[in-house]
């Protein structure tokens, strides 16, 4: 139970009062396969356009107002692909944080990992925990990437880690409740997404952020990932303002 006060000074961070649009984003970047397939191309190519776009939408979030970004990049269900489709991933996952390391950090872009990495080859982990670690005092826009990462799986690892410090006698039983929980979660710090987008025209969340998006907005548009561009990103964002956030009253 080692996040609660960090838990606290993010979420009491002020959001500016003039901002309309959201502050945390999150995006299930999905249709790379159908794009490359409408090219005559292998799924990887794809995937590879796929990577090129995260690096514009990150450059907008400071104009758009977007102080956290949270991109699902892999998923704990995604290892059932063809063992050449996930290979290909992993290896583009690679080098993606190499190649685009030096310009996030340039960019004050804080990056974080969340998902379970038991799984992942040691040498990607590796580059994840460098890349976490150069970044780590950066603060102009918080990147998550959600890599091996499912809603389930990671209630359960929370739930794991939190039955162990109530059986170490660090955690009472009576104070686990809805705040205490999402300390033990991979996402602890982060505040909860004020808008999720999904690509690609499907209409599911596909075991993305399930406890943290419980009163997210939102938005499932027909654009396939390697197409969706800043303008899009920015006409959703100014639709976000309209809606009206009840989190259960009435008006
Ligand atoms: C999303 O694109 C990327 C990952 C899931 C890794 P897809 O690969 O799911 O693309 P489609 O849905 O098959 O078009
Ligand atoms: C969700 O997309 C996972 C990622 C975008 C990383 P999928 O393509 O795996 O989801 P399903 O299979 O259509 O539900
Ligand atoms: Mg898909």
Known sequence: MVSKLALAVTDLRPTPSDQTGPRHVAIIMDGNGRW??????PRLFGHHAGARRVRQIVESCPRLGIKFLTIFA??????????????????????????EMSALHAADVRVRFVGDRVRL????????????????DNDTVHLTIALNYGGRD?????????????SAGKLRPEDVDESTFPCYLDTNILPDPD???RTSGEARISNFLLWQSAYSEYEF?????????????????????????RYGKAE
């Not at 209630?155 to 109530?166: P, Q």
């Open 195 to 197: 808008l999720v987008i």
């Open 221 to 245: 548009i027909d654009t396939l990932w390697p197409d969706f561009e800043v303008a899009e990103l920015e006409h959703l964002c100014q639709t976000f303002g309209n809606r009206g956030r």
């Open 36 to 41: 490359a397939q409408a090219r005559g191309r």
């Open 74 to 99: 892999f998923s704990t269900e995604n290892w059932a692909r063809t063992q050449a489709e996930v290979a290909g991933l992993m290896g583009l996952f690679q080098r993606y944080i190499s190649k």
């Open 154 to 166: 990671e209630v359960a690892r929370a739930t794991k880690r939190l039955a162990e410090d109530v």
């Open 121 to 136: 080859d040691p040498k990607l982990v590796a580059l994840m925990v460098e890349l976490e670690t150069l970044t780590i």
